[in-house]
């Protein structure tokens, strides 16, 4: 230890300040518990600062860009619509700074202390945390490790000026004439459309069978018919071999169906997953169990192996999704605390927000199936609903599935304008045990896109109103 470094003590530290670490020490902090939350970067952690906000920031301004364009069959026609992309950065950066800024007014207004630094675990209550000019060991009772992940980089396709990461192609100076995107899941293809929304000139490259892996095949089947209106081509069952940059652009080359391809762009984005951030920290030092892919094995009530120590968010297994995380910081905070707490991930929604949005909730038909249930489904059209029409986004479906013994609500899925937004009514009702019966009779006001759920719900049941019947 160094000359001078006397020990500060404090009740719980939390290692990360994203979407799970703030709000891990926030919860903490409303127990009656003294915290400290370490952050090497940036307040807001990845989501704030280069994920979540800034590319739905960017995405927004992308939807504004291309409505102003593509207007005509509602009256409206524009000639020489113009954008300056310095000012829509500006904006990005703008919503960036107002929630990080708000996100450390609270930190500071729950008393929680905020260190900056690099955390490395010395034992089971020790950790040093480290900058570029000191270093203070910090004692606590007990630690919430919320660090969160990065990009996975390729070794054939080092990131740099051209071949960028999801940071990179967010913090751009130019609108790319074209790009190429590595990866078709929820990055790749919500950036991707972004780009195309803006003008540029779109290829997907994509190594499984299709995109978006994730959402069922009749969804994303709607995405694809858009992105392709958009311009953009999808290269599935491809393999990245290597790029060539130059100082103006890159060749990227790509192998499909044994054959060798090129495609020239300005920029090539790489996004073919996350790695999470726990090397590094000393964590197999003090025994941390670990698992595959560098994650941290957990309990239900994110315990590590060794008591006084959690881990939450992208750096324990399943979906890497911020809500996920801040769920899991309020569990681990709550448990910490006392509390009996437990993770129940009966009801996590997924949203991918490309043009028209796909968002998912519990469990898809082939998923309840392989369950074991007895399902019913039923599925109802953007294109029958008065609010839809009226908005000119008729493309897309609410698909309900229950267990058909009761009415069960075990899973929906939505494509389609405002499925984002939509998509927690129904996490609501699978977290309620609600049946399909309880949604058709809840009265969705009209002209709404909420309606799309009720008008589900009567398909299911056998009786829709406002399609046909099979």
Known sequence: MVVGDFPIETDTLVIGSGPGGYVAAIRAAQTGQKVTIVEKEYIGGVCLNVGCIPSKALISVAHRYDHAKHSDDMGITTSDVKIDFSKAQAFKDSVVKKLTGGVEGL?????????????????????????????????????????????????????TERVLSSTGALNLTEIPKKLVVIGGGYIGTELGSAYANLGSEVTIVEGADDILTGFEKQMTAIVKKSLKKKGVEIVTKAVAKGVKETKSGVTVTFEVGGEEKTVEADYVLVTVGRRPNTDEMGLEEIGIKMGERGLIEVDKQLRTNIKNIFAIGDVVSGLQLAHKASYEGKVAAEVIAGQTSVVDYLAIPAVCFTDPELATVGLNEEEAKKEGFEVKAGKFPFGANGRALALNTPDGFVKLVSRKS?????????????????????????????????????????????????????????????????
């Open 406 to 470: 009761d009415g069960l609500l075990l899973g929906a899925q939505i494509v389609g304008q405002g499925a984002s937004d939509m998509i927690a009514e129904l996490g609501l009702a699978i977290e309620a045990g609600m049946t399909i019966e309880d949604i058709a009779m809840t009265i969705h006001a009209h002209p709404t896109l909420g309606e799309i759920v009720a008008e589900a719900a009567e398909v299911v049941m056998g009786h829709p109103i406002h399609i046909m019947s099979k």
């Open 107 to 159: 930190l500071k207004g729950n008393k929680v202390d905020i260190v900056r630094g690099e955390a490395y675990f010395v034992d089971e209550n020790t950790v040093r945390i480290m900058d570029e000019n000191s270093a203070q060991t910090y004692k606590f009772k007990n630690v919430i490790i919320a660090t969160g992940s990065r990009p996975v980089e390729i070794p054939s396709f080092k990131f």
